[in-house]
């Protein structure tokens, strides 16, 4: 553990950026899936509640809390599908981990470049229990920030090797086949999602866009694919034709939030869904047939986020790649927090004059 028990660990966009590059972009992935996936397996130790969301006209911003009752996390996340046209992210984050039995917080962190590679385990992880065995062929319609996380989760835990990309802006394909070059890929750049799909066993649809979209239309999708839908993450935001909703098995990570900001919002709010830690511990079957379309309606949930927190807080010993942030009072007295401020004054010779 981190010896001084009053500075909390902070990891920065660089130390971020530096552990990833020292451990490596798919075995992080790679490791990071395992997490979250024990974390899944031990769903019922969760506090669990949908995020609390806070709607603007163009865009949202969200808190993502939970707790194991040993340690408790959140993340701030922000969706803004319009940044990206002014230059900045569409989705920026960061989170934090503190120590249940007394609330001192113990670990926060960047959650930018932390979310975009725990999506794309998350997916990795989903697929896994849902794609066709053996799809080595992946359609990645959307092509911004998220993109080549959710590309190379997909090589390291399912082996897909074949990328057939699509978006609206050309610009954003070149950028993904230019970043993913030599990295074992056999990349095709197409003209429409319709040309994206021809052969592909899993479909990602990761797009930005404030509204109801309808990124796959019912005639897009065969008969037994997977569909990773990662951008439909808000209330009036979605990506997928209803119709493409009724033909397939759906799984979720927690209904409650997913019914609110999920691609079945389209849906009653009953209609039948998979909760995917029941896949993930074995009490339910994940695919079943090879003609079954098997849907993973990913939303985001907070025990991902507190996942990944856990994964970079076991890193942080070995690595050393942290700061540390004097957040936390820390008088020789608990209750002379005043006096403390009082020796500040007195050591920088300002004395009471200074209150
Ligand atoms: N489910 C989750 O856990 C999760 C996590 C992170 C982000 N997201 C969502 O994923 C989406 C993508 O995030 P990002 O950071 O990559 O955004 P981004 O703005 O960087 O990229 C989005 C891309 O989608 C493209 N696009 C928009 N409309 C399109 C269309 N009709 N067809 C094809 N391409 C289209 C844009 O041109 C852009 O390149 C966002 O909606 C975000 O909210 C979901």
Not at 128 to 143: E, Q, S
Not at 232 to 246: A, M, N, V
Not at 277 to 285: D, E, K, L, M, Y
Request: with cysteine; net charge negative.
């Amino acid at each position: 553990m981190i010896p001084n028990l009053n500075i909390v660990p902070f990891v920065s966009v660089d130390h971020m950026m530096k552990l990833v590059l020292k451990i490596g972009v798919e075995r992080f992935l790679t490791e990071l899936a395992s997490y979250i996936e024990d974390d899944f397996r031990r769903w019922q130790a969760f506090d669990k509640t949908p995020r609390v969301a806070s709607h603007s006209a163009e865009g949202v911003i969200e808190l993502m809390p939970t707790s194991d009752g040993e340690v408790y996390g959140f993340k701030y996340v922000n969706g803004h599908p319009k940044n990206m046209r002014e230059g900045r992210q569409t989705v920026t984050a960061f989170g934090m981990l503190a120590d249940v039995h007394n609330g001192y917080p113990v670990l926060l962190s960047e959650m930018t470049i932390l979310t975009a590679l725990r999506t794309a385990a998350m997916s990795a992880l989903a697929a896994k229990h849902l794609a066709p065995p053996g799809a080595d062929c992946m359609a990645l319609i959307g092509n911004g920030a998220q993109a080549e996380f959710q590309a190379l989760a997909f090589k390291a835990l399912l082996g897909v090797r074949k990328l057939r990309f699509y978006d609206i802006d050309r610009a954003a394909t070149e950028k993904c086949i230019r970043n993913l070059a030599g990295l074992g890929f056999d990349m095709v750049a197409c003209a429409t999602t319709e040309e994206a799909v021809e052969g592909a066993g899993i479909i990602t649809t990761v797009t930005a866009d404030k509204q109801y979209a309808t990124i796959l239309t019912d005639n897009m999708v065969g008969s037994g694919v997977h569909i990773n839908a990662v951008g439909g993450d808000c209330p009036g935001k979605t990506e997928l034709h209803r119709d493409i909703l009724l033909r397939s098995d759906i799984f979720v990570e927690y209904p409650p939030q997913t019914r609110i900001e999920g691609e079945i919002q389209q849906l009653a709010p009953d209609h039948a869904v998979t909760e995917l830690w029941q896949v993930i511990t074995g009490a339910v079957p994940g695919r079943r047939d090879p003609a079954q379309i098997t849907l993973f309606d990913s939303v985001g949930f907070a025990i991902e986020d507190f996942s990944a927190l856990r994964y970079i807080r076991d890193q942080l010993i070995s690595t050393g790649l942290y700061q540390e942030l004097d957040m936390l009072a820390d008088p020789d007295e608990p209750r002379d927090l005043f006096g403390m401020l009082l020796r500040a004054a007195t050591a920088t010779k300002t004395g009471h004059a200074a209150l």
